[in-house]
């Protein structure tokens, strides 16, 4: 018998039944529908939150005061280090390969421009922030890299802050108050965005040794290090590892690297999806039974039919890769429904909803595709086996 | 060539055994016409399926032009019931979803002739039972006359040596099962080993060689 045979009867089978073929077919359509749409969720916030991270540049080393073994800042143990100085910032602007150092802390405070005001973040920083972290300036310049004692009065708005304060008034040259003291604004930063609920466009930048004495700290909470692209982080990381342990007698600090933070990230958002496509299988399974019912119900229906096929001199082999083809059709056709059902469904919200994190997650719709015939294989083996197996008097007796 | 030596089928029934066939001796020359008749009960449906291959004996041999087949394997037995016997069921068995044409065609898509060679064929078949104008229709489209004379045409679409028919013209009234009759015998004429089951004396004495089966032996033979 030709495969080609095989394959007709197997469809015609099917099309002889529309309304129940058609439910079966859906059930599968439905999961595998579920899964490409749940990656595509999931595969969407993965980039989405790895882009939220890499708009600072990649080529960055982040150093916290504090011994950690996890990421982020810890505070239990801050009173027995030597906190992160400006020195310690200059220190390292001195080191090969680096290109540039901007120590960092943040606070909230209230900034006013004559009657108007706001509170708002202040973010004290070095002359390297355009570079270190990719955002230009949009009007006037940067603060400038004055000695940290002698730092003259300067400040730079964030998009959101020069419209909130200076509605329709040049800001630059004006005098604004943050925190009670004055300062005059230089520049105006390029719009940025949020960036993990951060506000970046509503923010004051005030040169740092002056943002220490507002919010009365000793020290920085963070220094970031922009190497140079060629450089390799592990050797950067290890140069300013050393040079901060004898600066300070002890490793009391952290190193955190972009690539780290990446590499954890990205390792989270994987599981991420991985757990959102383990989700959308259970409908996948659903869809499976179905198949597993409606071919069982077919073998029973059709006894007579294979005990006839069986006398005019069909093989079991022959029986067997019938009811599997039905059962592979039905597998396949839903997942090719389901696939073109869940990336129609992508595009359209892409297209009417913009700023979606919604990213198809190609190696997840060849797997669901190739999956729905597997399913089909999986589901259908049983009931195939069992038709096969029919003697062909029986079966021709169950008219 | 047909020949069975000492063929018996016994069923297990509730603990006892029952005997269908008892030593049954018989041998069938090439383009014979035989009826096998006899009460109801008595064995003439599993004899024919002894014969057909359908079924495989408890004890006896099985010898087909003069070769063994009586332990061969599944499958090998069905390329001998797909090349050389032809099928008549009292209940036609037809497949409901095909037309006609699709359910005469069948045995050639079984022996995996090409699609175009089958069509020929299919409409050879169909031209000479009277069915041409009746290619595209279902089964339940059609008469019981009709769809004896499909299952007619799927049974002689191979050319098969062996024509084996239990109760063809048990579903038929009497007019249309004599016209089934007539087509058999003529296929018979034309060199066809005829072997028919019926309980139907009048159609039963037309066979030139009358088998009678009572209790699964045979109790006469002319
Ligand atoms: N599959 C079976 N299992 C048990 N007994 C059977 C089976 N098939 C036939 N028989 C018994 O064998 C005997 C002969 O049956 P059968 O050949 O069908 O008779 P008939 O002459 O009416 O065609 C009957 O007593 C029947 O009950
Ligand atoms: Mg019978």
């Known amino acids: 018998m030709r495969s080609t045979d095989h394959l007709r009867l197997a469809a015609g089978a099917i099309t002889a039944h529309p309304a129940r073929s058609i439910l079966t077919v859906l059930g599968i359509m439905v999961g595998i529908a579920a899964v490409i749409l749940l990656t595509a969720i999931g595969e969407g916030v993965r980039l989405y939150v790895l ?20 990421l982020g800042i810890s505070g239990a143990t801050i009173s027995t280090i030597r906190p992160l100085s400006l020195d310690d910032a200059t220190a390292l602007e001195r080191l090969d390969q680096v290109t540039a150092v901007v120590p960092v802390i943040q606070g909230n405070a209230r900034i006013e421009y004559g009657k108007l005001g706001r509170r708002s973040m202040v973010l004290g920083v070095g002359a390297g922030v355009p570079e270190a972290w990719q955002m230009p300036v949009a009007s006037g310049s940067f603060l400038p890299g004055d000695n940290p004692g002698t730092a003259r009065t300067y400040a730079v708005l964030g998009d959101r802050m020069r419209k909130e304060l200076f509605a329709g008034v ?3 040259g004006k005098r604004i108050r943050v925190g009670g003291d004055r300062f005059r604004v230089i520049g105006v930063m390029a719009p940025k965005g949020q960036m993990l609920g951060f506000d970046l466009d509503d923010t004051v930048y005030l040169p740092v040794s002056r943002a220490m004495e507002i919010f009365n700290r000793e020290g920085v909470m963070e220094i970031d290090i922009l190497y140079e692209s060629k450089a390799r982080a592990a050797y950067v990381e290890q140069r300013v590892r050393e040079l901060l342990i004898a600066r300070h007698g002890s490793e009391d600090f952290s190193i955190v690297t972009q690539d780290q933070m990446l590499e954890v990230l990205d390792s989270i958002m994987n599981i991420l999806t991985l757990g959102v496509a383990a989700i959308g299988s259970i409908s996948l399974l659903v869809g499976a039974v179905g198949i597993i019912t409606i071919m069982t119900i077919t073998v029973t229906e059709r006894t007579a039919e294979i005990g006839l096929l069986r006398a005019l001199g069909a093989r079991r082999r022959n029986i067997l890769l019938l009811f599997l083809g039905e059962a592979v059709l039905l597998g396949g056709v839903g997942g090719i429904a ?15 909803v913009t700023g979606l994190p919604l990213e198809i997650a190609w190696n997840y719709v060849t797997t669901a595709l190739l999956f729905s015939l597997v399913i089909g294989i999986l589901s259908g083996i049983a009931p ?16 | 060539m047909i020949s069975l030596r000492k063929i018996s089928r016994h069923y297990q029934q509730g603990g006892q055994q029952l005997a269908a066939l008892q030593d049954i001796d018989l041998e069938i020359g090439p383009g014979e016409y035989i009826s096998i008749m006899g009460p109801s009960g008595s064995g003439k449906s599993t004899l024919l399926n002894q014969i057909a291959l359908l079924d495989r004996p408890t004890s006896g041999t099985y010898l087909l032009h003069g070769r063994d087949v009586t332990g061969l394997p599944d499958d090998e037995q069905a390329r001998i019931r797909r090349e050389n016997m032809g099928f008549v069921f009292q209940f036609f068995h037809l497949i409901p979803r095909l037309s006609a044409a699709e359910n005469i065609e069948i045995p050639l898509v079984l022996s995996g002739v090409d699609s175009v060679l089958r069509k020929q064929q ?19 489209q059609l008469s019981g006359g009709e769809c004896q004379r499909v299952a007619i045409a799927r049974a002689t679409i191979m050319h098969p040596g062996t024509l084996l028919a239990d109760e063809p013209t048990g579903n038929l009234d009497q007019a249309t099962g004599k016209q089934v009759i007539d087509l058999l015998e003529q296929l018979n004429r034309q060199g066809v080993t005829l072997i028919m089951v019926t309980h139907d004396p009048a159609i039963g004495e037309r066979a030139s060689r009358r088998v009678k089966i009572v209790d699964g032996r045979i109790s006469s033979d002319a």
Do not use: C, W, Y
């Open chain 1, 51 to 70: 882009a939220e991270f890499t708009q600072f540049g990649t080529n960055l080393i982040a150093v916290f005061p504090g011994r950690n073994t996890t």
């Open chain 1, 384 to 399: 195939a086996i069992r038709a096969a197996a029919l003697h062909p008097l029986e079966a021709l007796r169950a008219e």
């Open chain 2, 122 to 140: 299919v409409a050879k078949a169909m031209l000479s039972f009277g069915l041409q104008d009746r290619s595209t229709h279902r089964p339940d």
């Open chain 1, 338 to 352: 389901g696939t073109g059902l869940a990336l129609g469904i992508i595009l359209l919200l892409q297209i009417l």
């Open chain 1, 170 to 172: 040049n800001p630059l």
